[in-house]
């Protein structure tokens, strides 16, 4: 089977045709990748976005500058926030914070709202 050999102009004529489109995205500071458990952060990242007709938009991120953060997980549960905000009678934003505030002890995040 011959090899076939496309330059960059043929690359793009073809990626055209099939309704396909990649461009460069300028100016990147740093890209984050946020799971569960960590945040990656690649800086000085180059990411080219393509765009096919019918897709979703897919991004490629290419970097060599990459930092991995262990995330902190919060020492409350949403079922801790919805109590907070329902014993001290506030919003649950309001409750969240004063768990924040108070390292996650529920007593004191009530005690401390009811003042």
Do not use: H
């Amino acid at each position: 089977m011959p090899q076939m050999n496309l330059d960059n102009r043929q690359a793009r004529r073809m990626m055209d045709k099939m309704g396909v489109s990649m461009d460069q995205i300028e100016g990147v500071e740093e890209v984050i990748i946020r799971t569960a458990e960590k945040d990656l952060v690649i800086k000085n990242a180059n990411v080219s976005e393509v765009k096919m007709k019918g897709s979703a938009r897919i991004f490629q991120v290419a970097g060599d500058d990459v930092e991995e953060r262990v995330r902190e997980k919060p020492k409350y549960t949403k079922e801790d926030v919805l109590l907070v905000a329902q014993q001290a009678n506030v919003s649950e934003g309001r409750a969240e914070q004063a768990l924040k505030d108070n390292d996650g002890d529920l007593a004191t995040a009530i005690l401390k709202l009811a003042t």
